[in-house]
């Protein structure tokens, strides 16, 4: 993985090749689950490092960084650098999402939708993919999208369906751009509408 896309997963607005520059500007729990970041991809001279990655994530978590929570959640939904445990990756979504973070909340969504370390849960699901969408994320909101779409959770509601898939659009999703593409070309929420719907179509091929 990219240098930057590893910054940006964590939100920094920068790129820097040196975590504890990030330790003024984004607080000590941050740096330290960059830090781990690093370890766990192996860029910028840091050897890549399981035992190094789990060691910053949880000296983050104990900081109560929201986003070391969502990457310790994370490895064990994977197994990356642990063994593969469902419950501990739903406990970490858990405490990322009582931090509020939009991610940690999309994932505790996923975990209720697909029966990740809980029974599956379609309304559980909805809430917290609409909670993760409110805070902006995209994922939160395709999700969210999908939900209205296919009434999973919640009342099926078209318009809120495009409503949600533009605003996952605005946010770069080509998964939403495409989505769109076939809701106006099926006249979901409406009427058919080709030009709009090949306007989207050309957006999600970009």
Request: hydrophobic share 40%; with cysteine.
């Amino acid at each position: 993985m990219l240098l930057k896309n590893i910054l940006y997963e964590l939100g920094a607005v920068e790129a820097t090749l040196h975590p504890h520059v990030l330790a003024k500007e984004a607080g000590k729990g941050e740096a330290m689950a960059l830090m781990g970041l690093y370890a766990r991809d192996g860029v910028a001279g840091v050897k890549q490092d399981d035992k190094k990655m789990l060691q910053c994530l949880n000296d983050a978590a104990a900081l109560n960084c929201p986003e070391a929570f969502r990457y310790l959640g994370l490895c064990y939904l994977r197994g990356k650098g642990v063994v593969q445990n469902y419950d501990n990756a739903l406990k970490n979504f858990r405490k990322a999402a009582e931090l509020n973070d939009a991610e940690g909340l999309f994932w505790l969504g996923l975990s209720y939708q697909k029966g990740y370390g809980v029974k599956e849960d379609a309304r559980q699901a909805f809430v917290n993919f609409a909670k993760s969408a409110e805070l902006g994320c995209v994922e939160g909101m395709l999700s969210l999208a999908l939900c209205y779409k296919e009434g999973y959770g919640v009342k099926m509601d078209q318009l809120r369906a495009i409503r949600y898939l533009r605003s996952a659009a605005a946010g770069g999703s080509s998964d939403a751009m495409y989505m769109l593409g076939m809701a106006y070309s099926n006249g979901l929420g409406g009427e058919v509408d080709y030009a709009e719907a090949y306007k989207w179509y050309q957006e999600s091929a970009k």
